[in-house]
């Protein structure tokens, strides 16, 4: 992709974050939309100067396309996340995925957008035995989280189809890396358990520890989206975006003790409500169409995050 004007909704989140990082480095001009309800400025502090900042929610129309307006390419990375927050206010859920996802789609037809890659989730699949998740199978979701992201994902193929707006969605799979916030009650997984585990504390594991992922480094993620920015047969598209590796939860805390030199116990705490048991993708599509390989292991993936969080625990 030529140097250009791109705008990052949820660019002061873990994932936006780093997407900046990388757009930056390859010379764009970048615009972040961010009411950094999940999201934190810090994680905008070094490159603050490089970009320009709309402070704004999703849900305020005027503003989504005030940020939009001049963007050739919008990646959509904004959302409110969690399984657990959507199942505790499915309302606010669907406001900022599915209404906002509508604002930013909106706004990049009527001024003049190229391309939106919006962020969709694996959770779309819902708990079905079939593994590995092919783009093809039906989808069942089975929390308000999942139902809007899926709503977002079809409200982008039929802009494709009705606006001839450019639009891709991207399903991640359980992402996790650097700036991803341990402290919030809606932490992902890895996060939880690297701070416990520099901490020396139990491993809150909620389930028998037995349920797997397929779990993404960051870095595989962006050039994800870099690489669905640009590819000329991807509009309309959605992709599964993973490693096509399967990863228990016992044996990331396997490989967490390897790193930290200590056998480290277990806390037990019942499954969480709306999770899905077992993840796997097929990223054969991905591969095929947008030229996407994961270039991080999950392996060197966990030792990256963890050195993150020993570097920057307070």
């Not at 490159?47 to 005027?62: G, K, M, N």
């Not at 919008?74 to 199942?87: D, I, K, Q, T």
Request: hydrophobic share 40%; glycine share 8%.
């Amino acid at each position: 992709m030529n140097a250009t004007t791109v705008l990052v909704t949820g660019g002061g989140g873990f994932i936006g974050s780093h997407l900046v990082d990388r757009l930056l480095q390859a010379g764009h001009t970048v615009r972040v939309l961010d009411n950094f309800s999940t999201g934190h400025r810090h994680n905008l502090d070094h490159v603050r100067d490089q970009i320009e900042l709309f402070e704004s929610d999703l849900r305020d129309a005027a503003a989504v396309e005030r940020a939009v307006r001049g963007a050739e390419v919008v990646f959509h990375e904004g959302a409110l996340p969690s399984v657990p927050r959507s199942v505790d206010d499915p309302f606010t859920s669907n406001a900022v995925n599915v209404d906002g996802t509508l604002n930013v789609l909106l706004a990049a037809r009527d001024t003049g957008t190229r391309r939106v890659v919006i962020a969709s989730s694996s959770s779309v699949y819902g708990d079905t035995p079939k593994l590995p998740k092919v783009e093809t199978m039906a989808t069942q979701p089975r929390s308000p989280y999942a139902v809007s992201k899926l709503a977002a994902e079809q409200y982008t193929e039929v802009f494709a189809a009705l606006y001839e707006l450019e639009t891709v969605a991207l399903r991640y799979f359980n992402v996790f890396g650097p700036r991803q916030d341990p402290t919030s009650q809606y932490a992902g997984v890895i996060a939880r358990f690297c701070t416990a585990a520099l901490r020396g504390e139990s491993y809150p594991l909620q389930g028998d520890g037995r349920q797997s992922r397929d779990f993404s480094y960051i870095d595989n993620v962006v050039d994800a989206n870099l690489l669905a920015a640009e590819v000329p047969d991807g509009a309309g598209q959605v992709f599964n975006i993973a490693c096509n590796r399967q990863i228990s939860l016992l044996d990331m805390i396997t490989t967490l003790n390897k790193l930290v030199g200590s056998d480290i116990p277990i806390e037990y705490a019942p499954t969480r409500s709306g999770d899905v048991r077992h993840s796997l993708a097929d990223i054969e599509k991905a591969r095929l169409m947008l030229g996407y390989k994961p270039r991080v292991s999950f392996e060197e993936g966990m030792a990256h995050t963890l050195d993150w969080y020993r570097e920057n625990e307070s």
